[in-house]
């Protein structure tokens, strides 16, 4: 562990875990990435949309650090747009079809990927939730007839 006091801020770094500055917890690019499993270009998508902001470098070096707090609160809407979508294996699960079949349902114009508002994780195709369960409801009904 490596303590530098600077003007009454204690910067204490410790190799994979979080650095703590005057009583707050922040994150680096990479422990966020690796935490909230997204990759880096959504990372740096939400850089650009303004929804996560760099708040310190550390120290001397050009490494930027991320408020946990601030992270938390796009974890959590992240969370709540990640309900609303699902990725291809999701949807196969939820209209109880193998990956392939509903490969084969989506080439004939059945189901259209999605795009969600902002990035939800890794680099999938995403499907709204509404859109397989009606999906999986035509294909019920077909069924029964």
């Known amino acids: 562990m490596i303590i530098f006091m600077r003007l009454f801020t204690v910067y204490r770094t410790v190799k994979g875990q979080v650095i703590i500055m005057n009583q707050e917890e922040y994150l680096s690019r990479n422990q ?47 969370e709540v747009e990640r309900e609303h979508y699902c990725t291809l294996k999701e949807a196969a699960d939820l209209v109880g079809v193998s990956n392939e079949y509903l490969r084969k349902l989506i080439d004939k114009k059945l189901l259209f990927p999605s795009e969600p508002e902002f990035p939800i994780g890794r680099r999938y195709r995403y499907y709204k939730k509404s859109d397989v369960e009606k999906l999986r409801d035509s294909l019920y009904l077909k069924e029964e007839k």
Request: glycine share 2%.
């Open 32 to 78: 966020i990435c690796k935490q909230f499993q997204i990759d880096l270009l959504a990372f740096k998508k939400y850089l650009e949309l303004g929804m996560i902001k760099s708040t310190k470098k550390f120290l001397t070096s050009n490494r930027y650090l991320y408020s946990r707090s601030d992270v938390n609160k796009l974890l959590m809407r992240i």
